[in-house]
Nanobody
Framework: QVQLVESGGGLVQAGGSLRLSCVVS????????MGWFRQAPGKEREFVAT????????YHADSVKGRFTISRDNAKNTVYLQMNSLKPEDTAVYYC?????????????????WGQGTQVTVSS
């Protein structure tokens, strides 16, 4: 059973920073492609960033490019999302997701495992 647990969300003023973490249970974390998604009230789940299993390839949504950075530490079974220059429109529940195998993916349906989400609220 694979479990994903996100942390690091909270309330921050516009222009501030947060770092989200997602710890994945099990000994096969380095075999998973990982992604971050977000969902605001009344909206569909939206792609934020993805990283391949070795951490050598990353891809960010245009809406966060230059402000957010995805990374991973395979020794710690953890994927991170560093969020800088936050805007009120970044307010959402942020989810991490895992998919066994190579590559990196920007669509929610590509992922097999999901965390419970962590709330990020950016005040103006």
């Amino acid at each position: 059973q694979v479990q994903l647990v996100e942390s690091g969300g909270g309330l921050v003023q516009a222009g501030g920073s947060l770092r989200l973490s997602c710890v994945v249970s099990g000994r096969t974390f380095s075999s998973y492609a990982m992604g971050w998604f977000r969902q605001a009230p009344g909206k569909e789940r939206e792609f934020v960033a993805t990283i391949n299993r070795s951490g050598t390839t990353v891809y960010h949504a245009d809406s966060v490019k230059g402000r957010f950075t995805i990374s991973r530490d395979n020794a710690k079974n953890t994927v991170y999302l560093q969020m800088n220059s936050l805007k009120p429109e970044d307010t959402a529940v942020y989810y991490c997701a895992a998919r066994p195998g190579a590559g990196y993916y920007s669509t929610p349906r590509a992922y097999d495992y999901w965390g419970q989400g962590t709330q990020v609220t950016v005040s103006s």
